[in-house]
Nanobody, 128 residues
Framework: QVHFVESGGGLVQPGGSLRLSCVASGFEAAHYAIGWFRQAPGKKREGVSCVSDSDRVTYYADPVKGRFTMSRDKAKNTVYLQMNSLKPEDTAVYYC?????????????????????WGKGTLVNVST
């Protein structure tokens, strides 16, 4: 059974850093499309960073380019999102998700959110 446990969220001041973790079970995260998404209060969920097994190019949404980095640890079946230079507008619940059946590009997944399985999310609050 596919399952995610996200962690690492919390309260951080603007300019600070956090590293989110997403421990996957029930499948090998290194071999499927996987991504980080976020949903701010009152806003639609949006893609943050996605990578697929087909193009292996990690896509980053424009608002986070140069500040966020996604990585995968095969041995731990874990996906990370390193977030630096955090801004108040980064405040959101962050989710990881996967598609076990499709074969699209990372950018497609982040832009369409067509993922099969979703975690429950971890809250990131960037505030003074």
């Amino acid at each position: 059974q596919v399952h995610f446990v996200e962690s690492g969220g919390g309260l951080v001041q603007p300019g600070g850093s956090l590293r989110l973790s997403c421990v996957a079970s029930g499948f090998e995260a290194a071999h499927y499309a996987i991504g980080w998404f976020r949903q701010a209060p009152g806003k639609k969920r949006e893609g943050v960073s996605c990578v697929s097994d087909s193009d292996r190019v990690t896509y980053y949404a424009d608002p986070v380019k140069g500040r966020f980095t996604m990585s995968r640890d095969k041995a731990k079946n874990t996906v990370y999102l390193q977030m630096n230079s955090l801004k108040p507008e980064d405040t959101a619940v962050y989710y990881c998700a996967t598609d076990l059946h499709g074969d699209y590009s990372g950018s497609y997944y982040c832009q369409t959110l067509v993922m099969d399985y979703w975690g429950k999310g971890t809250l990131v609050n960037v505030s003074t």
